[in-house]
């Protein structure tokens, strides 16, 4: 079956003023939905239909078509999981304790997070992953991630897409603002989950 994009759990307008109505309906919309048309096209008829979207990723190396749109497809279902309107703050139980026990405190993996964040030169995705049992932050180019063996190779439980199509319509050159701004939007019940099965 075709890959296809998840629902959207809240309206585009719902994450304002953090991330604004029509950069949320276009990124989801065109670049997602891009994404996801081009990953099927590139996939039909080959060994890789079919199959799960992380057996794709972790096979997908020298394919640059099916690299590029399937690590987009991916990357771009877990960003809008791991959002939610009336969310941020600080998370709680396990994941909070083993933030902690990675960063020290949850400003300082504030602060790592933001700076991988910030440091992607050009386009690319920050990433809270865990790997070996441990929660490592990294960052990686274009649509790569961890699952591909890119990065810190850990499994993704948060990501945060700093393409200029994520924020320059509301932020312009500011990346910084928008980093920022994310912490306001992060459903950490969700990414407790995540952690919770992958741990
Ligand atoms: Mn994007």
Redesign the pocket.
């Known amino acids: 079956m075709a890959f296809e994009l998840p629902k959207l759990a809240y309206a585009y307008n719902a994450l304002e003023p953090y991330i604004d109505a029509r950069t949320m309906e276009i ?1 989801y919309t065109k ?2 939905q891009a994404y996801a048309t081009n990953l099927n096209n590139a996939i039909a008829g080959t060994d890789l239909e079919g199959k799960s979207i992380e057996f794709i990723l972790q096979h997908c190396k020298d394919k640059p078509a099916v690299r590029n749109n399937g690590g ?1 497809f991916w ?2 279902n877990l ?1 809008w999981e791991i959002m939610a309107p009336k969310a941020g703050g600080t998370p709680t139980g396990e994941l909070a304790q083993a933030i902690n026990d990675a960063f020290g405190t949850f400003e300082h993996f504030k602060d790592e997070f933001s700076k991988a964040a910030t440091t992607r030169f050009g386009s690319g995705w920050a990433w809270l992953c865990i790997e070996g049992g441990k929660l490592v932050i990294c960052s990686t180019a274009n649509q790569d991630n961890p699952i591909m063996g890119e990065g810190c190779k850990g499994t993704p439980i948060l990501g945060l ?1 700093v ?1 200029e ?2 924020y320059y319509l509301n932020y312009q050159n500011r990346r910084p603002d928008y980093i920022n701004a994310f912490f306001n939007v992060i459903n950490w019940e969700v990414v407790a989950k995540k952690f919770a099965a992958a741990k």
């Open positions: 990124h670049h997602h987009g990357n771009h960003f897409d393409w199509h994520a």
